[in-house]
């Protein structure tokens, strides 16, 4: 059975696009910590977690909040959800910050709270405590995003029914150029259950589409 | 369902490197976990498993020049190599598939920015078999063995590749100590998983590989399951819940019994949370009567290598039909009843499961089975 994307946001140039229209235009020449604590203070929410993590985890956070926000409004089971993410910097960006603690033996405090940070699955772990999602969760690494591998994958989870639902997507940040692109698979079977639901067919093609608009 | 099966393995670590030479540890319970002093890694000595650079160097020498390559290139290569050996599959074949799980790759090198990026590290292994696939890449902190191997084994099912090297390695690093050293996490002698005495892990050296195909041969990779705990980045969660929801999974995609399953592989990395966590789950999955061991009491945590080492080496233990010894093990330091193994127990078995967890909430089950 077919399986469909209902939903698909992109944050990049300080700007956030939800299903390919503007959703959030952060000041022109922000540098993106100020760009994304602006998107989360106009979201209106309250969660302080959100200051503790690291630019990485605040890009993919920020993105998964929007986009599952809408998703919420169909409805969906975060025990059947599944994390699907890539990226090509790993959390090399924070492992700089952790290196610049370490580096110098006369300076020398390295802290539990950034080296947490030094892994790029985190920012999945976040979005689970976020939304309760429990079910399979996997950061690839790759220098590009691969619209190919990452369909064929989640497909081939859906076939094989563990999960129902995926949050999949592309969330790269290193050294202050950033990029996420994330969007919601639902399986078939469950989306007819929702007919008023405008999807696209889950494919390579639509993929590589939607990642550029 | 098409059935995938493993086709050859290595494991290369301070114990030796082939399963053959590990075995040899494991089966008389020595550890190869050692105090270091080593200021240029870390400012107070440390207790971990190191792989000793000449020797691995010794062994480089003979596919390429040491000397163009980082010590986890040479880790990661070697192990390969030597896997390639005892196969027939093509590691060069447009058929067959890349896939390396690490945590830092080669983090050493941050200062130098060389190779730091994990798919350049990947690249560099791919095309030293002069495969041209785009390898695959998994960092999912410490349960990346074992959910790269489930990766490799869909891959092939799906039909998109007919084989998958499912190689992984991390080093002992700077990082690594200062890092879980700031955690308060790192044991101040060899770590003793499950034991009422534990105080942490010790960190570990390692490269794995296996071959995994659609060619049939004796140990099928018959099914896996990966879940969040959705609870805490860093902690453990307090239920098991989510590893005991991987454990289910894995379960029922290998379709067993869970009364088959003669032995269990755990995470067991001795830290008091962790260890306590698995109890938990695995007394819900009601395996807590099953033969247990972790071999992290003999390697260390090789972290990105580790779920594929243990993986190896219950291979090769159910080949043999042992179990090793869970070294550091003396007295139960878990709430619940759990069988964690002491010495070296003989007899055959026909089913184990392997299991891991890591940052993030995520763990990952894995149940390798004989053909047949």
């Given at each position: 059975m077919d399986n469909f994307i209902s939903s698909f946001i992109r944050i990049s140039n300080n700007l956030v696009s939800l299903n390919g229209a503007p959703f959030f235009r952060g000041s022109a020449g922000e540098e993106f910590e100020g760009f994304i604590k602006q998107v989360y203070k106009s979201l209106g929410i309250t969660y302080s977690t959100f200051y503790k993590m690291d630019n990485l985890s605040k890009l993919g956070f920020i993105a998964a909040e929007i986009l599952l926000n809408t998703e919420k409004k169909i409805g969906f089971a975060p025990e059947k959800t599944g994390i699907f993410f890539q990226n090509s910097s790993s959390s090399l960006d924070t492992d700089f910050t952790y290196f610049n603690t370490i580096k110098d033996k006369e300076n020398y405090f390295p802290s539990p709270a950034v080296f947490?940070?030094?892994?790029?699955?985190i920012v999945i772990g976040e979005i689970c405590i976020r939304n309760k999602i429990k079910g399979e969760n996997s950061f690839f690494i790759a220098e590009t995003f691969d619209p190919e591998f990452m369909e064929a994958y989640v497909e081939e989870l859906f076939a094989h029914e563990l999960i129902e639902y995926a949050l999949c997507g592309w969330v790269e940040l290193f050294e202050g150029n950033y990029e996420a692109f994330l969007y919601f698979v639902r399986s078939g079977k469950k989306l007819s259950e929702n007919s008023s639901v405008k999807a696209k067919l889950h494919s390579t093609e639509t993929l590589k589409k939607i990642f550029t608009e | 369902m098409k059935k995938v099966f493993v086709s050859s393995v290595n494991a290369l670590s301070v114990l030796g490197f082939s399963p053959q030479e590990t075995d040899k540890s494991l089966v008389r319970n020595v550890s190869g976990i050692k105090l270091h002093e080593k200021p240029e890694i870390s400012p107070l000595p440390f207790y971990a498993a190191t792989i000793n650079a000449e020797k691995l160097q010794a062994a480089f020498k003979e596919y390429a020049?040491?000397?163009?390559?980082?010590k986890l290139e040479q880790m990661l290569i070697t192990s390969a190599k030597l896997a390639e050996k005892?196969?027939?599959?093509?590691?060069?074949?447009?058929d067959t598939i890349f896939i390396l799980s690490t945590?830092?790759?080669?983090?050493?090198q941050l200062a130098a920015r060389k190779g730091i990026k994990l798919a350049e590290l990947a690249s560099v292994v791919a095309q030293f078999f002069k495969n041209k696939n785009t390898p695959i890449v998994i960092s999912n902190a410490c349960i990346s063995g074992v959910a790269a191997l489930l990766v490799g084994k869909r891959l092939i099912v799906s039909g998109k590749y007919k084989n998958a090297v499912v190689l992984g390695g991390d080093i002992v690093s700077a990082f690594t100590l200062s890092g879980f050293q700031s955690f308060k996490?790192?044991?101040?002698g060899p770590c003793k998983p499950f034991d009422e005495k534990r105080e942490g892990l010790s960190l570990g050296e390692g490269a794995a590989t296996l071959v995994l195909s659609e060619k049939e041969s004796?140990?099928?990779?018959?099914g896996g399951g990966v879940s969040n705990d959705a609870n805490h980045i860093s902690g453990p969660s307090r239920t098991g819940d989510g590893l005991f929801k991987a454990v289910s999974v894995a379960i029922r995609d290998a379709k067993?019994?869970?009364?088959?399953?003669?032995y269990v592989s755990a995470?067991?990395?001795?830290?008091l949370y962790n260890d306590e966590m698995e109890c938990k789950a695995l007394n819900q999955a009601g395996l807590s009567n099953v033969p247990l061991n972790s071999l992290k009491g003999f390697v260390?945590?090789?972290?990105?290598?580790a779920g594929l080492m243990e993986s190896v080496m219950g291979i090769y233990a159910m080949e043999k039909s042992r179990i090793y010894p869970s070294c550091?093990?003396?007295?139960?330091?878990?709430s619940l009843p759990l069988n964690v193994i002491k010495e070296s127990l003989y007899g055959s078995f026909d089913c184990f499961l392997k299991t891991a967890s890591g940052f993030g909430g995520c763990n990952a089950a894995l149940i390798f089975q004989k053909n047949g």
């Open positions: 947490v940070y030094t892994l790029p699955n | 020049n040491p000397g163009a390559y980082s005892d196969t027939s599959i093509p590691f060069s074949s447009a945590t830092k790759g080669n983090i050493d996490a790192l044991s101040p004796g140990v099928v990779v018959a067993i019994n869970k009364e088959s399953i003669g995470h067991g990395t001795a830290t260390g945590h090789t972290l990105g290598a550091g093990y003396e007295k139960s330091g878990v």
